[in-house]
């Protein structure tokens, strides 16, 4: 069973890469500025990481509370899965399950009554792992754009 706790301080750099590897299109920079904004506002934000028995880093994940607009929920505030990751080798056991097991609780403690989260609509894997930790779809949508001159 792996071990779950809140990200300190002494942190950042292991959670940097796991972040970094969950969302390449941001900067190094930008992830290190994100992760101090985030940890000054404990109240707001929860950062989870996941380890094995011999204490290897092998998953995280990252919620917040929400107080716009979730769509399909209710009143907010909300809590909100932002991201979760385990390493590919440790998938498939029960990771990903405790991790969000424990946003639920910080969740809980903070009195909020949902759980809301989001995937690319081109992401089933992601899809099928939202409903298997019992979140159900709410909404589809599809973003346009156009340029104008």
Avoid at 13 to 31: G, I, N, Q
Avoid at 45 to 72: K, N, Q, T, Y
């Amino acid at each position: 069973m792996p071990q779950i706790r809140a990200a300190t301080e002494h942190d950042l750099e292991v959670w940097l890469a796991l972040r970094l590897k969950l969302w390449p299109d941001t900067s190094f920079a930008e992830h290190r500025g994100e992760l101090h904004a985030l940890r000054s506002a404990p109240d707001r934000f929860c950062g989870l990481l996941a380890f094995d028995d011999d204490g290897s880093l092998i998953g995280f994940a990252e919620a917040s509370l929400r107080f716009d607009r979730v769509p399909g929920c209710g009143r907010p505030p909300v809590a909100f899965l932002e991201g979760i990751d385990v390493a590919p080798q440790q998938r498939r056991c029960g990771v990903a399950r405790a991790l969000c097991a424990a946003v639920e609780r910080w969740a809980h403690s903070l009195c909020c009554n949902e759980l809301g989260s989001d995937a690319r609509i081109e992401n089933i894997g992601s899809q099928r792992f939202h409903q298997a930790v019992g979140l159900t779809p709410t909404e589809r949508v599809v973003f346009f754009r156009k340029e104008l001159q």
